[in-house]
């Protein structure tokens, strides 16, 4: 029912910016809240940040500490996900999520989500 494709993935230096968008097409689908996750190599899928359907109300995990902005375009169908000051650390794969039950449980957790993206890479350099 949802459709999910991430682009603006990359290599970027420490300090640099990239933004991440989310093409997303719910084909009617009622949509409770869309999220970012990412996932490095041998770690688990750490939430990133999440917007509700209604009154776009975001919250973000504790390591974002005001560097990364959640938005979504309604119109184009796009959910974006602002990052500035990057740091090595940030360097995982990015994926975005779509809760389409509003009794599926809390935002930030993985399981939570239904629909995922395939994920886009970004690496960041020190």
């Known amino acids: 029912q949802v459709q999910l494709v991430e682009s603006g993935g990359g290599l970027v230096q420490a300090g640099g910016s990239l933004r991440l968008s989310c093409a997303y097409s719910t084909r009617s689908a009622h949509m409770e809240a869309m999220g970012w996750f990412r996932q490095s190599p041998g770690k688990e899928r750490d939430f990133v940040a999440a917007?509700?359907?209604?009154?776009?109300?975001?919250w973000y995990g504790g390591f974002v500490k005001g560097r990364f902005t959640i938005s979504r375009d309604n119109a184009g169908n796009i959910l974006y996900l602002q990052m500035n000051n990057l740091s090595p650390e940030d360097t995982a794969v990015y994926s975005c999520?779509?809760?389409?039950?509003?009794?599926?449980?809390?935002?930030?957790?993985?399981?939570?989500?239904?629909?995922w993206g395939q994920g886009t890479q970004v690496t960041v350099s020190s």
């Open positions: 917007i509700s359907w209604r009154g776009s109300n975001t």
């Open positions: 999520a779509a809760i389409t039950d509003p009794h599926s449980g809390s935002y930030f957790l993985p399981n939570s989500y239904a629909y």
